[in-house]
Nanobody, 120 residues
Framework: QVQLVESGGGLVQAGGSLRLSCAVS????????MAWYRQAPGNQRELVAG???????NYADSVKGRFTISRDNAKNMMYLQMNSLKVEDTAVYYC??????????????WGQGTQVTVSS
């Protein structure tokens, strides 16, 4: 069994900051690529930022220069530092990870999501 649990969401004023965390736990051999997605009401889920196991990153154009993705491989943790938040960043943020289980078979898992609300 593998679980992804997000934390750190909340309500913040425009221009503020939040830091999201994602903890991966369970029967894990290794964690490959990880990513943050978000979904606003009425919108499709979209990629916010991704990070490989070696630390290479990519970002959606809408968050470049404001958000920073990082990970701690020893702890199986991933983070998203969100600065200069905008009202349009309001969404449920999901953690996503490609996890190699002890069986050496890889599966892609999702967290349950954490709400980020940015007020004007």
């Amino acid at each position: 069994q593998v679980q992804l649990v997000e934390s750190g969401g909340g309500l913040v004023q425009a221009g503020g900051s939040l830091r999201l965390s994602c903890a991966v736990s369970g029967s894990i051999f290794s964690v490959n690529d990880m990513a943050w997605y978000r979904q606003a009401p009425g919108n499709q889920r979209e990629l916010v930022a991704g990070i490989t196991s070696s630390g290479n990153t990519n970002y959606a154009d809408s968050v470049k220069g404001r958000f920073t993705i990082s990970r701690d491989n020893a702890k199986n943790m991933m983070y998203l530092q969100m600065n200069s938040l905008k009202v349009e960043d309001t969404a449920v943020y999901y953690c996503n990870a490609d996890v190699v289980r002890l069986s050496r078979i890889a599966y892609r898992y999702w967290g349950q999501g954490t709400q980020v609300t940015v007020s004007s």
